[in-house]
Nanobody, 124 residues
Framework: VQLQASGGGLVQAGGSLRLSCAAS????????VAWFRQAPGKEREFVAG????????YYDDSVKGRFTVSRDNAKNTLYLQMSSPKPEDTAVYYC??????????????????WGQGTQVTVSS
């Protein structure tokens, strides 16, 4: 599976931005897909994930209520809608696919495939 993330850029705090992640093959019913992010000098952290088949979504507390993860099975595409972003959301955002158990959905070691990352910069 190859993943291609896109949609990053510069956005003002309080604005909105949508990230996309296109998968190279059908991931339906096979993988959980997720967004992670990494800011300079910090470890990669979980943002949001969604089970490809069941559509159950999970969020880190820092983005809950502001970000929405979704997927379009027909297009093999994962999305992250960022609403009311904050300067602390500035990071490189990565999409990933894997088969984590629920308790490990936020563990990057549970993901096999990674996109190349897209930079998101939130200005104050």
């Amino acid at each position: 599976v190859q993943l291609q993330a896109s949609g990053g850029g510069l956005v003002q705090a309080g604005g909105s931005l949508r990230l996309s992640c296109a998968a190279s093959e059908t991931t339906r019913n096979r993988y959980t897909v997720a967004w992670f992010r990494q800011a300079p000098g910090k470890e990669r952290e979980f943002v949001a994930g969604i089970t490809w088949s069941g559509g159950r979504s999970y969020y880190d507390d820092s983005v809950k209520g502001r970000f929405t993860v979704s997927r379009d099975n027909a297009k093999n595409t994962l999305y992250l809608q960022m609403s009311s972003p904050k300067p602390e959301d500035t990071a490189v955002y990565y999409c990933a696919a894997g088969r984590p158990v629920l308790s490990s959905i936020g563990d990057p070691r549970m993901y096999y495939y990674w996109g190349q990352g897209t930079q998101v910069t939130v200005s104050s």
